[in-house]
T-cell receptor
Framework: GAVVSQHPSWVICKSGTSVKIECRSL??????MFWYRQFPKQSLMLMAT?????????EQGVEKDKFLINHASLTLSTLTVTSAHPEDSSFYIC???????????FGQGTRLTVV | AQSVTQLGSHVSVSEGALVLLRCNYS??????LFWYVQYPNQGLQLLLK??????LVKGINGFEAEFKKSETSFHLTKPSAHMSDAAEYFC????????????FGAGTRLAVHP
């Protein structure tokens, strides 16, 4: 399967600070990046979809000014959680998609804890 | 719109017993269906997928699933559970014809006891 690298795997930050999560597709070009969020004991919910070089499309209820997505290259996308609050504590997972792909691949996830 | 329902948030089986995890979907367009496994604090690993063709799909680690359009189901089975199968399992659906966003079920936690 394709290699997807997501960093950091876990992070603890203080309320009000910002956290950046990186997602890299190491062996294919990701024209599209999906960012999912998973709260404890819940399923994954799509937060936003970004296409390389374009603005991200956010799902209903997801604040675009709070969750900044940058997809400036075909191998790297970042999700920045700005002014983090404890309710943002969650497991964030990226899923890059390339035109050659026939299935979805996922990063290892980032466990964010805001204290 | 698409949706996925996984019956049973927790399933417990004995080692060596049959594993059956249920998944029903709703889709107004031909679906692609997936089963993923997630170990604690890790991403998702694809077990198997149905796109087109044969309705009985075999995946990794001895798992298989059958797409039944008339029942809108895609249940996951494994003849003999192993302790290492204990994990969270997610059924997901997307629109056919390429990769679109995945709609996930709520998940089923599988416990395997000796």
């Amino acid at each position: 399967g394709a290699v997807v690298s997501q960093h950091p795997s876990w992070v603890i930050c203080k309320s009000g600070t910002s956290v950046k999560i990186e997602c890299r597709s190491l062996d294919f070009q990701a024209t599209t990046m999906f960012w999912y969020r998973q709260f404890p004991k819940q399923s994954l919910m799509l937060m936003a979809t970004s296409n390389e070089g374009s603005k991200a499309t956010y799902e209903q209820g997801v604040e675009k000014d709070k969750f900044l997505i940058n997809h400036a290259s075909l191998t790297l996308s970042t999700l920045t959680v700005t002014s983090a609050h404890p309710e943002d504590s969650s497991f964030y997972i990226c899923s890059p998609w390339g035109l050659e792909n026939t299935e979805a691949f996922f990063g290892q996830g980032t466990r964010l804890t805001v204290v | 719109a698409q949706s996925v329902t996984q019956l049973g948030s927790h399933v417990s089986v004995s080692e060596g017993a049959l594993v059956l995890l249920r998944c029903n979907y709703s889709s107004s367009v031909p679906p692609y269906l997936f089963w993923y496994v997630q170990y604690p604090n890790q991403g998702l690993q694809l077990l198997l997928k149905y796109t087109t063709g044969a309705t009985l799909v075999k995946g990794i680690n001895g798992f298989e699933a059958e797409f039944k359009k008339s029942e809108t189901s895609f249940h996951l089975t494994k003849p003999s559970a192993h302790m290492s199968d204990a994990a969270e399992y997610f059924c997901a659906v997307s629109e056919a014809g390429g990769y679109n966003k995945l709609i996930f079920g709520a998940g089923t936690r599988l416990a395997v006891h000796p």
